[in-house]
């Protein structure tokens, strides 16, 4: 019989131990938790973090979570009422806001403030300057020599907003939204114009059954608007949903809905055909200078059959971690966040927001259980509200929709619609700061809302 070292055979026992990578997996949790008790970090965003990513690392399923379900239980005069006193609704002021917020006594505020903060962070800080007395001269011209803001320009604050789930930040300096606007030499509606007239009898969308490709399962068609695929595709199913006018800015309501209802109804046509797609993303860009590849208005769609595409799954990724760690639905307290705080607007099952961490400029998300007549007509007047009271002509936006085959983290239909600046503008509005680090946007989200209150009041009464 051969004698056994007891230190060699427990040395053993723990090697084959450390190979398994289950065992791996509950040794760093057990030594992640232990760190953070250590630390002292049970409220640190750090650790909440750390947990979140640990466990969505190890399982990387999506859970089921809590309907989305709207109109909002709360609302701003409830927020007034029981939260907050005296103040003037801005993102200069939001800092202020949460502070008082965080105080109140009322246990339903206290919640919601408690849920607000795990997603948002906001930090004001102040950046005071100096300018040379020759350049003072300069600095005058540019705020349209106002002495207002040139003795604001020596005392500057800039609001930082940043989302824990979605890793999202965006920077805001108010002063550089309240500079004078300089008018373009060719007014930008004579610009439009020409470029339409230009283009349009090279418009291979004008004669879309000649000079567009289509899938195998063919193209569809309505009244308004007509179905092609993407002669250079970014995935399997890369669609192009596209209105038969070629005027990329006088559509009305009834050729938008057109076009609205036939990409759904190319996204059942493509997830019938192919029985694995089933996550579907549209993105619009309108006219150049937002990243139109030609003047005729025309949406891409895709439909995947994992996951949705990039910032989309980002924010479905998002609402998983949200759920791990709150077990709620994340883009029903998003919309309890924004309507406590007035930044929403409802129409039938749908409602809008000012986003907190805007892409760019105006960003206005429109959310609803369902891509369906409420959801689609508020993007309208959101779309409509750029164009014709804000003069914004040049604008990106992006869908999310629900999934056709699945109840695992299921999002609801979502837009983010943002403006893109003067249409004949040489200058780019997305630099390095928005590819690489941040967002710098200067629109005040409670303004950006206040217009398309307006518009919904106006428009919805036509319907």
Not at 136 to 148: A, D, M, P, T
Request: aromatic content about 14%; overall charge positive; charged content about 20%.
């Amino acid at each position: 019989m051969v004698s056994t070292c007891p230190v060699a055979t427990k040395t053993g026992r723990l090697m084959s131990l450390l190979q398994s990578p289950k065992n791996l997996r509950w040794m760093f949790g057990f030594l992640l938790v232990l760190v953070c008790l250590v630390y002292l970090a049970s409220n640190s965003n750090w650790c909440q973090a750390a947990f979140v990513q640990a466990s969505y690392s190890s399982d990387r399923t999506y859970s089921v979570w809590p309907p989305f379900l709207l109109p909002s239980q709360y609302n701003q005069d409830w927020f007034i009422t029981k939260c907050v006193i005296g103040f003037h609704f801005s993102i200069t002021d939001l800092s202020s806001i949460l502070q008082q917020w965080s105080k109140s006594k009322d246990p339903s505020c206290r919640n919601l403030f408690k849920r607000f903060s795990s997603v948002y962070d906001v930090e004001n800080r102040k950046a005071p300057l100096l300018f040379p007395g020759p350049f003072q001269s300069k600095v005058r011209l540019w705020v349209g020599n106002n002495e207002k803001l040139f003795q604001q320009a020596f005392h500057q604050e800039v609001i930082n907003v940043y989302n824990y789930f979605t890793r999202e930040h965006t920077i805001y300096n108010p002063l550089r939204d309240k500079r004078p606007i300089t008018k373009p030499k060719e007014p930008e509606e004579v610009y439009i114009e020409r470029l339409i007239s230009e283009s349009k009898n090279s418009c291979d969308f004008c004669h879309y059954r000649n000079f567009t490709a289509e899938h195998t399962m063919h193209r569809l068609e309505s009244k308004f608007a007509f179905t092609a695929s993407n002669a250079f595709k970014m995935d399997k199913w890369h669609a192009l949903f596209a209105l038969k006018k070629h005027h990329p800015l006088n559509w009305s309501l009834d050729e938008y809905m057109d076009l609205m209802n036939l990409s759904v109804k190319w996204f059942q046509a493509a997830s019938t055909f192919d029985e694995s797609a089933q996550y579907p993303v549209i993105v619009w860009d309108i006219l150049p200078h937002a990243g139109a590849s030609q003047v005729h208005p025309h949406m891409h769609g895709f439909i995947d059959p994992t996951h949705y595409h990039g910032v989309v799954e980002m924010w479905r990724t998002a609402g998983e971690d949200y759920y791990r760690q709150s077990g709620k639905n994340y883009f029903q307290d998003l919309v309890n966040f924004y309507s406590a705080l007035g930044l929403t607007v409802e129409h039938g099952n749908a409602v809008a927001f000012a986003n907190l961490v805007p892409k760019k400029d105006n960003e206005i998300v429109v959310m609803s259980p369902v891509a369906g007549e409420s959801f689609f007509q508020l993007i309208f007047f959101v779309l409509r509200a750029f164009i014709d009271d804000l003069n914004k002509y040049c604008i990106s936006m992006g869908f999310g929709l629900p999934a056709l085959k699945s109840s695992h983290g299921r999002i609801p239909a979502y837009a983010r619609i943002i403006t893109r600046g003067p249409v004949a503008d040489v200058r780019t509005d997305m630099s390095s700061l928005e590819l690489f680090a941040a967002t710098n946007v200067n629109i005040d989200p409670w303004k950006a809302i206040l217009y398309i209150k307006d518009s919904v009041e106006r428009r919805s009464k036509n319907l």
